[in-house]
């Protein structure tokens, strides 16, 4: 009897204590329930939070870069706001203020987070921040209220000065920067930049290059009175092409001024903007007036030679090749004076060769030379030369560079006359 009532006590006894290690290990089971439930939608709402953070923060800045010439940066009208919160709302989103906070900062607000938190935002850069408030599932055993999953990014989209005076971007080639004669060549305000890991990736005969900074991948050469004057650094990463981004003008959009390559060898000429179907060739006593505005070449190339004189304030000249004997050519002994556009996508940009075509792109001549802007030829040689003096040109970028003649030459970079370097991606 005894031992049945110790039995049956025991029994008793287990009991209680099966029910509190039941009721511990419910709390702990539900703990990692909500780690595994609750933390896990944490985790993706924060993947899908930043993922539309980063978009939205894009989207903003490339309204900024889009609108750039127009308001410096600034969002004027609301635009770049509105396409953030669109973004936003697309993915999830809605910045009602009840399950999620959407936040979009330009120019010059200030910054809400990161390293430049309480300074101002610069022209061209969209801070967003977003916030979703997760409803709690079974967390809500161990707390209450949803819980705020934040996200930021910040983008850049602006236009700023490059400070390059010339960028040389072949790879390998030596003397894919070559000068040769008697003439100085001196770069002003900007520095000199040459891709080439060739020894002598920089060459000069005679030539005195001058200028504030060479960086130069490979190396230098010098033969005759030949010298490379400034800073030189030398083994300097290749820079990409600056102007990579720029789009090539579509023909589609303008009128055709000529079905057939205009050609003038006497008297002045004044002609408007447009397709031009066989390019302009001018030459002996010709001279032309070029209204402001894009000149797209449709083959042919555009040739100015002679003694006649060349005007173009506001000209884009574009050259879309058919042979390898369509080329730009400008020179003679008369009077060049071209200036850049100074509005628009192509501000600051006078020639604009095909990126695919490795035609030459020259502007060599004995006269009054008075070219500002930027001379762009991707993949080809760019050749200036001549037996004066003068200004040719703000900013050359090319994949090849020859340099030849005698007298003076002067690069003179100026922000306001040379095309500046689109910027576009994500800061933060």
């Known amino acids: 009897m005894k031992l049945t009532k ?29 780690i595994a439930i609750d933390g896990g939608g944490l985790l993706e709402k924060r993947r899908q939070g930043q993922a539309t953070a980063d978009a939205a923060a894009i989207a903003a800045a490339e309204d900024l870069f889009r609108n750039y010439p127009a308001n410096k940066g600034i969002d004027t009208y609301g635009t770049a706001e509105e396409r953030a919160r669109d973004i936003a709302a697309a993915n999830g989103f809605s910045g009602n203020g009840t399950d999620s906070v959407v936040t979009v900062r330009t120019s010059p607000e200030f910054y809400t987070g990161g390293p430049n938190v309480g300074t101002a935002l610069p022209p061209g850069y969209a801070e967003v921040s977003l916030q979703f408030n997760q409803p709690r599932y079974f967390s809500a055993l161990f707390g209450s209220g949803a819980i705020p999953v934040p996200a930021r990014a910040v983008a850049r989209g602006n236009w700023e000065p490059s400070f390059i005076g010339i960028h040389v971007l072949d790879l390998h ?3 894919s920067l070559y000068g040769n004669g008697n003439a100085t060549v001196r770069v002003t305000g900007a520095k000199v930049i040459v891709n080439s890991d060739a020894p002598e990736a920089a060459m000069s005969n005679g030539l005195y290059f001058q200028a504030d900074d060479f960086k130069i991948t490979g190396g230098s050469a010098t033969t005759g009175s030949g010298a490379f004057v400034g800073p030189i650094e030398y083994g300097t990463p290749p820079q990409p092409d600056p102007l990579r981004h720029i789009p090539e003008p579509d023909p589609t959009g303008m009128p055709v001024q000529s079905n057939n390559t205009f050609r003038s060898s006497n008297g002045t000429s004044t002609i408007l903007p447009g397709v031009y179907r066989g390019g302009i060739k001018i030459s002996g006593q010709g001279s032309l007036n070029m209204a402001p505005g894009i000149y797209y070449m449709d083959g042919g190339g555009f040739e100015f030679a002679g003694q006649g004189n060349l ?11 058919q042979s390898n004997t369509d080329v730009i050519s400008i020179g003679g002994t008369g009077s060049i004076v071209m200036s850049p556009p100074t ?9 604009f060769q095909d990126r695919e075509s490795t035609n030459e792109m020259s502007v060599q001549g004995g006269g009054l030379m008075d070219i500002t802007g930027t001379f762009y030829c991707a993949n080809g040689t760019l050749a200036i030369g001549g037996g004066g003096s003068g200004r040719i040109g703000s900013q050359y970028i090319s994949r090849f560079l020859a340099i030849k003649g005698n007298g003076t030459l002067t690069i003179d970079y100026n922000p306001t006359q ?4 689109r910027i576009l991606h994500l800061v933060e």
């Open 6 to 34: 110790r039995l049956a006590a025991n029994r008793l006894t287990r009991r209680g204590a099966v029910v509190i290690l039941v009721a511990v290990s419910l709390a702990a089971v539900l703990a990692f329930v909500a």
């Open 173 to 175: 080639r030596p003397s």
């Open 311 to 321: 005007l173009a304030h506001g000209v884009m000249i574009y050259n879309a090749p």
């Open 343 to 351: 509005s628009g996508i192509y501000t600051g940009l006078t020639l």
């Open 418 to 421: 040379a095309i500046p370097v």
